[in-house]
Each structure stands twice: as structure tokens, then as C-alpha cells.
């Protein structure tokens, strides 16, 4: 996840250490990072004329934006954080503001396809996704939703990059090897509540 | 199922050999149950990335919302917090700043500004003429009127007596206060450089009257060429030399 090579300025260091931490410390850190620099909104407001719904969805997916650049490691540190996420927050206020002006509704940017389809190569890709955009994603968020807290959080963690060792010092289980057991038992659990209703 | 799973999970998530992947990837073109199955996993993974990114953002307004009811946005750098005060309120506070600034500075300015440094040296130095040994009948009632702040008469009684012939350097001096007095001065500086011609005088107070009368009359230029007579004062020791110093230290 950290790019060793990386030269932080030292108003940064604090809050980079945390947000490459674990578990509930990355948790509130992500929070913190947003409450650092939310007053980009009321500037998103001002400078670029948005609602202040439209600024705060620029601003939410700026920090979302950023957060998954620390994660891989993509934070080069040739500026603070604060003016990196001020920039991808221009660009972010930008789209919105060219969007709205060809009655586009939307920013966000939901992955039309999951990065770990890259993986594969173009034949074994292009099935894979053909089915998976055949998916009733409806239908399987709401049975994500019902799968109970316990499969939904480990799912949920998994998505978001943790380890199967973060999550079982985090969710208190044994071992990396008892979080693999029982998250792909929910993804079972899973399949079984979407196949059959 | 849960076998399908392990080896759908060992593939995306960890590092696997070229020979591993090129037999999941066959075993993807020639089943298309585990297909179904590889397309499951992706679809969940993305639907729970698209729910985390709802979550968070969920969190993100709760978490905005608390900060605008308590009307201030708390800023954490380096560890520490610091608070962001409403902008308004920053606005408020650096007008006040910038108008009380800009009064000081004004002030200051105002006080140092030539004229007011000449009005100064007019009213402490020059409110009354003192009698000077020697100077004539004529010239003490020219005098008088100057003191009497008969500033017309004065300068009449003066001009009368240059008119009649005195040649010397005190009622041109005289005449050229008064003149100061009345802010006539181009009159005022013509007579000073009459005094300042005059040679063999001990000390000579022309330049230094001739400075006076151009930063009292602060005409763009006169401020500079009060500053160079200035100079010259102190340079060459002359009449004023104190005040010389005092003044170019204030303009």
C-alpha cells in the first residue's frame, strides 16, 4: 500500500501514517481526512457556482477518489495532501459544472467494471463481463443487504482492500485463515439468496 | 461450491503462476458454469465497492452536517486541530483590520507628509519674528505686523522697504515668511533664493527656508527637491542641519 520512496511534507506525515494504517484507525482516519478540507465545499460553491448538494458530492468523491489513489500507492507527495485533494476537487467541480451544462446528471463514478477483471486476458474478460453486466445488481445489493451484519461487514471489508489478516485483527477472529473460511461461506450464503429468492 | 470459491478467491487475490492463470482462464472459455460462478464474484465485489462508496458517503454528510451545525469546521493538519471560522466572520475581521491598518497608516503618513512637517515648524518656529540686532525702525514694525499675524501689512511693510533700497538679508527673509504665511509660494521661494545668493553671511538660512517653502507648498516634484536642499544642508554643515536630519528621517 505506501510507496516507501515517498518524501512527505511534514504537515502530512500524521495523517498519511494514519490513513496507511489498519483497520479502525484508517476508519476514522478517512473521516478525519474529509472533516480536514470539507470546507472545500462552501469553495466549490463560490467558485464554481454548485448547489451546495453538488459541491458536497464533488467533495465526498474527491476525498473517495483520493483515498483510493493512497491505497495503491499512487501519492507521489510532490505537493501536500491538501492541494493534491484541491486539485482532484477542481477537476471533480470541473466535470460537474461541464455535466450540468449537457444535462448529464451524474458524478459519480461507479466502476462500469471491476479492476480485477484486468487480470484476465481479452477472451476470458470479455465473457466474464458480459455476464456480469447481465447481473440484476438490484437484486443483489438488496441480498447483500440482508445477508446478516457479520457476512455483510467481511464482505464489505474484503471489497475495500483489507486483508484477510487486517480483518481478523480487526473483527477478532482466530486467524487470516478462519476470515477467508467464513467470507467465502457468505459468498455462498450469497449466491443461494440471489439464485433463489 | 465453497472449492469453486477458494480457487476463484486464490486467483484474484493472490499471487499465482503464469500456469495457474492460463488453466483458470481455459477452464473459464470451456465451463461456463465456473464462468457463472467467476462472474458472481466479480459482480458481488463491485456491488460491495458500489455499497462501500454509498456507505462512506452516507457517513461523510452525517459527518458534514454535525460540522455545520456546529457552525464551525474543525481542520486537523499535522495532528493538530485548528478551527476554520465561517468565512464571513474572516471577512468581517480582516475589513475592520484593514480599515484600522489603513487609518494608522494614514495617519502616520499625514503626520510625516511634507507640508504637515512644514505647518509644524511654521506654528512652533516661526509664530512670532524675533528681534534680530541691528534691523531697522522699518523692519521691527514690519515685524510686529507679522507678529500681530498682519500677515497683508507685514508683507507690504517688507516689499516697501526692498523697494527703497535696503539691500539687506533679513527683510528678505521676512519677506519671504510672511509670504509662507500668506501661501504665496512662489514668492515666498523666490525671496528665500535671494537670500541664499547672499555671500559672506556666517549662517545662511536661504536653502533651509527655501526647503521649508517647498514642502509646505507640495507640488509634485517639490517633495524630491526638498529633500535634495535637505542633503545639501546636511552635507555642507549649514543653517538647519538638525532639522535637516530630522525631517529626511521622517519623509
Sequence with gaps: MTNPKIVLKPVDQAMFDNLNGEGISKRKSEELFFTSYSYFIKEGMHKYSLSEDEAFDAYSDSVLAALDKLNKGLFEGRSTLKTWLFQIFQNKCVDLVRKKTTNKNSIHHTTSITEMLFQLSDASKSIIQQLVERADRVLLKQRLNELGAKCRELLMLSADGYSDREIASELDYKSPDVVKTSRLRCLERLRQLYKNP | ?251
Design chain 2, 1 to 251: 461450491m465453497s472449492e469453486t470459491y477458494e480457487y476463484i478467491d486464490h486467483y484474484f487475490k493472490e499471487n499465482i503462476s503464469p500456469e495457474e492463470a492460463m488453466a483458470f482462464e481455459r477452464k473459464i472459455t470451456s465451463d461456463p458454469a465456473f464462468a457463472e460462478e467467476v462472474a458472481f464474484y466479480c459482480a458481488t465485489q463491485q456491488v460491495a465497492q458500489e455499497q462501500l462508496v454509498a456507505d462512506k458517503k452516507k457517513r461523510f454528510l452525517e459527518l458534514y452536517r454535525e460540522q455545520q451545525q456546529r457552525g464551525n469546521a474543525h481542520a486537523e493538519v499535522g495532528g493538530k486541530l485548528r478551527t476554520l471560522r465561517p468565512a464571513g466572520k474572516w471577512m468581517r475581521i480582516a475589513a475592520a483590520a484593514a480599515v484600522i491598518a489603513g487609518l494608522v497608516v494614514g495617519l502616520m503618513m499625514w503626520n510625516n507628509s511634507p507640508a504637515q512637517i512644514a505647518n509644524g515648524y511654521l506654528d512652533e518656529k516661526l509664530a512670532s519674528l524675533g528681534a534680530n540686532m541691528g534691523t531697522t525702525t522699518e523692519i521691527e514694525t514690519g515685524r510686529s505686523l507679522y507678529n500681530e499675524k498682519k500677515y497683508e501689512a507685514a508683507l507690504l511693510q517688507f516689499e516697501k522697504i526692498i523697494k527703497e533700497g535696503d539691500t539687506g538679508i533679513d527683510v528678505r527673509k521676512y519677506a519671504g515668511i510672511t509670504c509662507l504665511r500668506l501661501e504665496k509660494y512662489d514668492s515666498a521661494i523666490n525671496y528665500f533664493q535671494l537670500v541664499e545668493n547672499y555671500q559672506g553671511v556666517y549662517s545662511n538660512p536661504g536653502k533651509f527656508y527655501h526647503a521649508l517653502a517647498l514642502m509646505k507648498r507640495n507640488k509634485p516634484g517639490d517633495k524630491n527637491d526638498a529633500k535634495l536642499l535637505l542633503r545639501g544642508i546636511v552635507d555642507g554643515d549649514l543653517y538647519g542641519k538638525d532639522k535637516a536630519i530630522e525631517w529626511l528621517n521622517k519623509m
